[in-house]
Antibody, heavy 120, light 112 residues
Framework: QVQLVESGGTVVQPGRSLRLSCVAS????????IHWVRQAPGKGLEWVAI????????YYIDSVKGRFSLLRDNSKNTVHLQMNSLRDEDTAMYYC?????????????WGQGTTVTVAS | QSALIQPASVSGAPGQSITISCTGT?????????VSWFQHQPGKAPKLLIY???KRPSGVSSRFSGSKSHRTASLTISDLQAEDEADYYC????????????FGTGTLVTVV
C-alpha cells in the first residue's frame, strides 16, 4: 500500500547534527515532491521544507535555512533531512508527506512521524 | 511567514454543523486557491480532508466541505459525530520571493 515511513529521531544535544529519513513504498516516488512538517510539544503543525520530485529545487522555512538540508535518492525511494546545529526549539515530531505538485500542490499521504528531542 | 489564524476551539452537539475559519494574507490565501485542510488526532498521522479549497479526496466523508472568500478559508463539518473530535489545520501555499507553505494555528473540535 501507499506508505511513508520516517526514522532517525532520537535525543541529541544542542549544536549536534542528526539525519532523518523518509522511505516511500507503494507509489511512483520519483513523481512526487516530499515535504517535512513538524509539531513541537503542545504546538501546531509547522511546515519545514520541501524537495521537488527530481531533487532540482528545495525550499525551507526561515528558521532552519542554513542549518537543515534535504537529500533525495530516487533509486532508494528515500529523502533525508540533514539537521545541523540543532537548537532546543527544533524539538518536535517530524513528519514527511508527499505532494504530487502537478499543476497543484497538497500533502495527501503522511508518515507516522519520528521524534527529535534536543536537550543537554 | 506567519501562521494562518484559526479559532483555538470550536464545539458542537452531535448532528449539528460547525465551521472553522482560517484567515491569511495577500501572499497566501489572498492570491492562491491552494488551501488544504487536515484532521489530526493524537498519535496518528495528519489526514487530508480538503484540497484546492473545496475538493475532497476519495474516501473522505461528504460531511466535510470547504470554501474560501478573499483571505479567509472555511471548513464546515456537518452532522457532527463523536469521531470528529480532533485538531484541524488549514494549510496554504504561499509565495514571497520563494515558495513556502504555511499552516494555520489549529482548531480543537469538541463534540459536546
Amino acid at each position: 500500500q501507499v506508505q511513508l515511513v520516517e526514522s532517525g529521531g532520537t535525543v541529541v544535544q544542542p549544536g549536534r547534527s542528526l539525519r532523518l529519513s523518509c522511505v516511500a513504498s507503494g507509489f511512483s516516488f520519483n513523481s512526487y515532491g516530499i515535504h517535512w512538517v513538524r509539531q513541537a510539544p503542545g504546538k501546531g503543525l509547522e511546515w519545514v521544507a520541501i524537495i521537488w520530485h527530481d531533487g532540482s529545487h528545495e525550499y525551507y522555512i526561515d528558521s532552519v535555512k542554513g542549518r537543515f538540508s534535504l537529500l533525495r535518492d530516487n533509486s532508494k525511494n528515500t529523502v533525508h533531512l540533514q539537521m545541523n546545529s540543532l537548537r532546543d526549539e527544533d524539538t518536535a515530531m517530524y513528519y514527511c508527506a508527499r505532494d504530487q505538485m502537478s499543476g497543484t500542490t497538497f500533502m495527501d499521504v503522511w508518515g507516522q512521524g519520528t521524534t527529535v528531542t534536543v536537550a543537554s | 511567514q506567519s501562521a494562518l489564524i484559526q479559532p483555538a476551539s470550536v464545539s458542537g452537539a452531535p448532528g449539528q454543523s460547525i465551521t472553522i475559519s482560517c484567515t491569511g494574507t495577500y501572499n497566501d490565501l489572498g492570491t492562491y486557491n491552494l488551501v488544504s485542510w487536515f484532521q489530526h488526532q493524537p498519535g496518528k498521522a495528519p489526514k487530508l480532508l480538503i484540497y484546492e479549497v473545496s475538493k475532497r479526496p476519495s474516501g473522505v466523508s461528504s460531511r466535510f466541505s470547504g470554501s474560501k472568500s478573499h483571505r479567509t478559508a472555511s471548513l464546515t463539518i456537518s452532522d457532527l459525530q463523536a469521531e470528529d473530535e480532533a485538531d484541524y489545520y488549514c494549510c496554504s501555499y504561499a509565495f514571497d520571493y520563494t515558495p513556502s507553505y504555511v499552516f494555520g494555528t489549529g482548531t480543537l473540535v469538541t463534540v459536546v
